[in-house]
């Protein structure tokens, strides 16, 4: 099975597609989405870290996301990678307007298993958004290099998106997790509506 078939069946579900202009802003300003996709690997790497430390007694949530920890901080290094190779500075962490708004929808309380399913599924999404735009990145830009490291990541977001959901349903009742993932997936697509289109940052 292809990537695009496996995709086909297990969807991003996002409701509103990135907004076209999106990415030829961000061609343009190339070294600006790769400092800004640095610190997504890495944020995304500290997120899962935290999970597993706050949650040390679920072993299956454990041992899934520790090799996820190993990946994201992979992908760290590979764009810092692609910095350096372009002769580009690795420069200082930018306001992540799009994570604080999507953080203020995390419900607040409730049991332990609450506050994790809400974790995972905003970690999802995120996940989903990044895929989406990795897409767009592997075959809109001119850099034939960067467009093969984009379609990698792009694979890789999807299996970590898909995992987060599973790990969700595992969790929680699969009727509760599924109504509250298209709850989020309704904010996230007015949160993105609203935001100013911007070629400096992944999302």
Not at 134 to 141: A, G, M, P, Y
Not at 181 to 199: I, P, T
């Amino acid at each position: 099975m292809t990537w695009e078939e496996s995709t086909r069946q297990k969807m991003l579900n996002l409701k509103l597609p990135t907004d076209p202009r999106w990415v030829g802003i961000a061609e343009m300003q190339i070294a600006d989405i790769l400092v800004d996709h640095a610190y997504c690997e890495q944020k995304a790497a500290s997120s899962c870290i935290s999970l597993i430390l706050r949650f040390v007694d679920l072993e299956e949530l454990v041992d899934t996301l520790t090799p996820i920890v190993a990946e994201e901080w992979g992908h760290f290094e590979r764009v810092l990678a692609q910095l350096r190779k372009r002769g580009m500075t690795f420069g200082f962490p930018r306001k992540d307007e799009y994570v604080i708004r999507l953080s203020e929808f995390v419900k607040k309380g409730g049991s332990r298993m609450q506050q994790l399913t809400e974790q995972l599924l905003m970690n999802a999404l995120i996940e989903a958004r990044s895929c989406e735009r990795f897409k767009l990145l592997s075959q809109n830009i001119a850099d034939e290099e960067l467009q093969k490291f984009y379609y990698e990541l792009m694979i890789s977001e999807a299996g970590h998106y898909v995992t987060f959901l599973e790990l969700a349903r595992k969790y929680q009742d699969v009727d509760k997790v599924n109504l509250r993932w298209q709850e989020w997936l309704d904010y996230e697509a007015a949160v993105l509506k609203n935001l100013e289109v911007r070629g400096d940052r992944m999302h």
